[in-house]
């Protein structure tokens, strides 16, 4: 089987050099950088994130990788399985919307853990891993598109996967046959199923395996250990063919090193899912030119693609902060009363 385009993605992110990017994106990867942490900060405190950071500790206590804000350590693979966690434990983090990605949550976390058991790195050597896994993750992302997300997976958490190991990856060295078997080993543990958005914790786990499933694909290929060297070019098994029923293969790779990616991720305004944020945007201004409350609306009507109302458009039930912050008719109604989300 041609193994091309994984080849080309695995020799762009091996050979990634700071002097091969452009100023404006290396500034605005520190946007990210920023971001990233002042999620992982607030994640924190949330209880998911400290349940989870208590049963790290207690299974690997031993580790130079910092828990943000919990002033302990644990090995590289247990930091970025909490770190990862916490980003994405509020909605927050940075999202790349054509790829449907939380790259920081994934990428950033596992970059820093692996950083550190290596005793530190350069700052330009830390920003070109993490630059390298932001453009696999939304190329990965871009490929697959909506599709995959209605399909019922969880795209931070399954092309998060690749981005992750690209980034470890770069930092660790390794040759580009290496990395084309660190994506490939990142690959085959891909997965989040979409229905953890519905009254439970786990949501936010899925950046966390990401990132930690990234940090042991770079690890392992750096020992020799092999993964699916065709990863995308497969057609049975394989990660485009299995993960959604329309893919474009050709979108890995256009414009590599030409057209970057990172700084197509923003930022999020509102600590709820991305496909409510146009919503929310216009029932402020319409509340601002229109002064209306919740008692003067009896129904509210939201045009939307498919996907976004598989995502977020189903009948409210209350039962968990997660199950709000994904839900947009909850969503709209808050934005109504409250004037903000």
Known sequence: VDDGDTRRLATFASALTFDDIPRAVVDHAKLCLLDTVGCGLFGSTLSWSRILAECVREL???GSSTLWGLSATASATGAALVNGTMVHGFELDDLHKRSIVHPGSVVTTAALAVAESLEGCP???????????????????????????????????THGTLGAAAACGSLLGLTPEQMQHALGIAGTQACGLMASQFGSMVKRFHAGRAAQSGVYAGLLARRGFTGILPLFESEYGGYLTTFSPRSDRALLTAGLGETWETRAVGFKPYSTNGSCHTSIDALIEMKRHHGFGGDDVETVRVFASSATKEHVGWPYRPDSVTTAQMNLPYIAAVTITDGDA
């Not at 050597?125 to 939304?138: D, M, P, S």
């Not at 992302?141 to 997976?153: E, K, P, R, Y």
Request: hydrophobic share 50%; aromatic share 8%.
């Open 60 to 62: 690997e206590p031993a």
């Open 123 to 157: 700052g330009p050597r830390f920003l070109t891993a993490v630059i390298a896994g932001y453009e696999v993750a939304a190329r990965v992302g871009m490929s697959v598109g909506a599709a995959h997300l209605l399909a019922g997976w969880h795209p931070t958490g």
